[in-house]
């Protein structure tokens, strides 16, 4: 942990991790999950360390919110959403609001209008028309009503892709 919070220049005590990892296991006992791999306060110091909402003294209880509201957003989205994106929403949610229990009290929703690739795919998603995003996040809309389903395509060698479908 200290190693992902040196980079705001921060650190927390053993009993800071205890509380953590502590407070880690009420919060998926809480959602009735089981977690693999690396904790997500991983991703989550990692992401708001360099905040400069985040202070030495009280940093503890700050990511301690932050994780609670990780783990109750995790709950709240499909599994598609990676761990990263809930992370960076929770970042941009602190550095707008200051405070990690005003982040903590946020609708899942409102706090993953943070994450860009979250508005991103859910803007795509949304759209009653057929929708595509490219990578720079524009998205384009295409009308199925529009299509002209009588046009045929050529085939290999040039022949329709219809030639002797009654065969």
């Given at each position: 942990?200290?190693?992902?919070?040196?980079?705001?220049?921060?650190?927390?005590?053993r009993e800071d991790a205890r509380m953590l990892a502590e407070r880690r296991d009420e919060a998926l006992r809480?959602?009735?999950?089981?977690?693999?791999?690396?904790?997500?306060?991983?991703?989550?110091?990692?992401?708001?360390?360099?905040?400069?909402?985040?202070?030495?003294?009280?940093?503890?209880?700050?990511?301690?919110?932050?994780?609670?509201?990780?783990?109750?957003i995790r709950d709240e989205l499909p599994v598609d959403v990676p761990d990263a994106e809930i992370a960076e929403?929770?970042?941009?949610?602190?550095?707008?609001?200051?405070?990690?229990?005003?982040?903590?009290?946020?609708?899942?929703?409102?706090?993953?209008?943070?994450?860009?690739?979250?508005?991103?795919?859910?803007?795509?998603?949304?759209?009653?028309?057929?929708?595509?995003?490219?990578?720079?996040?524009?998205?384009?809309?295409?009308?199925?009503?529009?299509?002209?389903?009588?046009?045929?395509?050529?085939?290999?060698?040039?022949?329709?892709?219809?030639?002797?479908?009654?065969?």
């Open positions: 942990m200290n190693g992902r919070l040196a980079a705001g220049g921060i650190s927390i005590s809480e959602i009735g999950r089981v977690e693999f791999g690396a904790p997500a306060i991983a991703a989550v110091a990692e992401a708001v360390a360099t905040s400069p909402c985040l202070l030495q003294e009280g940093v503890a209880q700050d990511l301690a919110e932050l994780q609670d509201a990780f783990y109750a929403a929770l970042r941009g949610c602190l550095d707008e609001w200051g405070d990690a229990a005003t982040v903590a009290s946020m609708p899942a929703e409102e706090v993953m209008g943070f994450s860009a690739e979250y508005v991103r795919a859910a803007g795509a998603e949304s759209c009653d028309e057929y929708c595509i995003a490219d990578d720079e996040g524009r998205t384009y809309s295409f009308d199925p009503a529009e299509w002209d389903y009588d046009e045929q395509a050529d085939g290999w060698d040039g022949e329709g892709w219809a030639d002797g479908w009654d065969d």
